[in-house]
Protein backbone atom coordinates (compact mmCIF):
# COMPACT_ATOMS: atom_id res chain seq x y z
CA UNK A 1 0.00 0.00 0.00
CA UNK A 2 2.79 2.13 0.83
CA UNK A 3 4.39 1.51 -2.90
CA UNK A 4 0.61 2.45 -4.41
CA UNK A 5 1.05 5.84 -2.29
CA UNK A 6 4.14 6.55 -3.35
CA UNK A 7 3.69 6.17 -6.19
CA UNK A 8 0.74 7.89 -6.73
CA UNK A 9 2.70 11.29 -5.17
CA UNK A 10 5.24 10.97 -7.55
CA UNK A 11 3.61 11.13 -10.26
CA UNK A 12 1.07 13.87 -9.12
CA UNK A 13 4.43 16.06 -8.40
CA UNK A 14 6.16 15.10 -11.62
CA UNK A 15 2.34 16.15 -13.66
CA UNK A 16 2.67 19.43 -11.11
CA UNK A 17 6.03 20.38 -11.95
CA UNK A 18 5.48 19.64 -15.89
CA UNK A 19 2.34 22.41 -15.86
CA UNK A 20 4.43 24.84 -14.13
CA UNK A 21 7.56 24.74 -16.66
CA UNK A 22 4.76 24.67 -19.94
CA UNK A 23 2.11 27.61 -19.44
CA UNK A 24 3.86 30.38 -19.57
CA UNK A 25 2.51 34.74 -19.50
CA UNK A 26 4.69 36.09 -21.61
CA UNK A 27 5.31 39.48 -20.80
CA UNK A 28 3.55 42.33 -22.49
CA UNK A 29 6.57 43.87 -24.81
CA UNK A 30 7.40 40.16 -25.92
CA UNK A 31 3.60 39.57 -26.94
CA UNK A 32 4.05 42.90 -29.06
CA UNK A 33 7.01 42.28 -30.91
CA UNK A 34 5.53 38.40 -31.36
CA UNK A 35 2.13 40.52 -32.65
CA UNK A 36 4.47 42.64 -34.92
CA UNK A 37 6.13 39.96 -36.49
CA UNK A 38 3.18 37.45 -36.97
CA UNK A 39 0.50 39.71 -37.21
CA UNK A 40 -2.05 36.37 -38.83
CA UNK A 41 -1.00 34.63 -36.30
CA UNK A 42 -3.98 32.88 -34.47
CA UNK A 43 -4.42 30.55 -31.72
CA UNK A 44 -1.24 31.48 -30.04
CA UNK A 45 -0.44 29.75 -27.23
CA UNK A 46 2.76 30.88 -24.58
CA UNK A 47 5.11 27.95 -22.70
CA UNK A 48 8.39 28.28 -20.90
CA UNK A 49 10.73 25.20 -22.21
CA UNK A 50 13.96 25.87 -20.33
CA UNK A 51 15.33 29.76 -20.58
CA UNK A 52 13.19 29.72 -23.59
CA UNK A 53 9.77 31.04 -24.12
CA UNK A 54 8.10 29.63 -27.18
CA UNK A 55 4.52 30.52 -28.97
CA UNK A 56 3.04 27.91 -30.96
CA UNK A 57 0.42 29.19 -33.35
CA UNK A 58 -0.80 28.53 -36.84
CA UNK A 59 -0.78 31.22 -39.73
CA UNK A 60 -4.04 30.72 -41.89
CA UNK A 61 -3.26 29.41 -45.30
CA UNK A 62 0.67 28.67 -44.22
CA UNK A 63 0.15 26.11 -41.12
CA UNK A 64 1.73 25.17 -37.49
CA UNK A 65 4.62 27.63 -36.40
CA UNK A 66 6.58 27.96 -33.43
CA UNK A 67 8.56 31.26 -32.13
CA UNK A 68 11.21 30.90 -29.97
CA UNK A 69 12.88 33.36 -27.47
CA UNK A 70 15.83 33.90 -25.27
CA UNK A 71 15.49 36.85 -22.51
CA UNK A 72 13.06 38.48 -24.41
CA UNK A 73 14.57 38.28 -28.03
CA UNK A 74 13.43 36.18 -31.06
CA UNK A 75 16.03 33.71 -32.10
CA UNK A 76 14.55 31.09 -34.15
CA UNK A 77 11.05 30.04 -35.90
CA UNK A 78 10.00 26.58 -36.94
CA UNK A 79 7.56 26.15 -39.54
CA UNK A 80 6.10 23.62 -40.42
CA UNK A 81 5.82 22.96 -44.36
CA UNK A 82 5.21 20.46 -47.05
CA UNK A 83 7.41 18.32 -49.19
CA UNK A 84 6.64 20.02 -52.88
CA UNK A 85 7.42 23.67 -50.66
CA UNK A 86 11.29 22.80 -49.77
CA UNK A 87 13.92 24.59 -52.24
CA UNK A 88 14.26 22.71 -55.87
CA UNK A 89 18.13 21.76 -54.43
CA UNK A 90 16.61 20.41 -51.10
CA UNK A 91 14.06 17.92 -52.99
CA UNK A 92 16.47 16.78 -55.00
CA UNK A 93 18.95 16.13 -53.11
CA UNK A 94 16.49 14.00 -51.13
CA UNK A 95 15.16 12.34 -54.08
CA UNK A 96 18.77 11.41 -54.97
CA UNK A 97 19.77 9.55 -51.93
CA UNK A 98 16.39 8.09 -50.94
CA UNK A 99 14.13 8.00 -54.39
CA UNK A 100 10.08 9.23 -54.53
CA UNK A 101 9.36 5.55 -53.21
CA UNK A 102 10.19 6.82 -49.40
CA UNK A 103 7.60 8.25 -47.55
CA UNK A 104 7.81 11.61 -46.28
CA UNK A 105 6.29 11.99 -42.68
CA UNK A 106 7.49 15.74 -41.50
CA UNK A 107 8.85 18.12 -43.30
CA UNK A 108 9.99 21.79 -41.49
CA UNK A 109 11.70 25.20 -41.75
CA UNK A 110 14.21 26.72 -39.18
CA UNK A 111 14.43 30.33 -39.47
CA UNK A 112 17.26 32.03 -37.83
CA UNK A 113 18.12 35.86 -37.31
CA UNK A 114 21.44 36.56 -39.45
CA UNK A 115 21.58 32.69 -40.41
CA UNK A 116 21.07 30.29 -43.46
CA UNK A 117 17.44 28.22 -43.10
CA UNK A 118 17.53 24.90 -42.29
CA UNK A 119 15.81 22.17 -43.53
CA UNK A 120 14.46 19.22 -41.72
CA UNK A 121 13.11 15.89 -43.24
CA UNK A 122 12.07 13.12 -41.03
CA UNK A 123 11.22 9.65 -43.75
CA UNK A 124 11.07 6.32 -42.97
CA UNK A 125 13.04 3.56 -45.10
CA UNK A 126 13.54 -0.29 -44.17
CA UNK A 127 16.62 -1.13 -42.97
CA UNK A 128 17.60 -4.66 -42.22
CA UNK A 129 14.46 -5.76 -42.11
CA UNK A 130 13.60 -3.36 -39.45
CA UNK A 131 11.58 0.43 -40.47
CA UNK A 132 14.18 2.83 -39.62
CA UNK A 133 13.19 6.98 -39.20
CA UNK A 134 15.76 9.20 -40.77
CA UNK A 135 16.28 12.58 -39.50
CA UNK A 136 17.91 14.92 -42.28
CA UNK A 137 18.93 18.42 -42.24
CA UNK A 138 19.65 20.34 -45.46
CA UNK A 139 20.60 23.76 -46.29
CA UNK A 140 18.84 25.84 -49.17
CA UNK A 141 21.52 23.80 -51.40
CA UNK A 142 20.17 20.86 -50.82
CA UNK A 143 24.00 20.16 -48.90
CA UNK A 144 22.78 17.57 -46.07
CA UNK A 145 24.10 19.32 -43.13
CA UNK A 146 23.12 16.13 -40.61
CA UNK A 147 21.51 12.80 -40.69
CA UNK A 148 20.64 10.52 -37.76
CA UNK A 149 18.61 6.88 -38.06
CA UNK A 150 16.48 5.27 -35.31
CA UNK A 151 15.66 1.86 -35.50
CA UNK A 152 12.16 0.19 -34.99
CA UNK A 153 12.75 -3.08 -34.83
CA UNK A 154 9.47 -5.17 -36.47
CA UNK A 155 7.70 -8.07 -35.40
CA UNK A 156 9.63 -10.46 -38.12
CA UNK A 157 12.89 -10.14 -35.99
CA UNK A 158 11.56 -11.94 -33.32
CA UNK A 159 10.22 -14.82 -35.21
Known sequence: MKAVKYLVLSFVA???????????????ALRSDFD???PTAVDVEWEKRGEYAVAEFH????????????????????????????????????LTAYGVETPV????RLERPNKDDVY???????????????????NASGELLRSSVEVEPTIYYYL
Do not use: H, R
Open 120 to 138: FIEAEIYLNDNIADIYLDY
Open 59 to 94: IPGEGDCEAWYKNEVWVASEYDIQFKNLPDAVQSAF
Open 36 to 38: KMY
Open 105 to 108: DDVD
Open 14 to 28: AATLTACDKEYNAPE
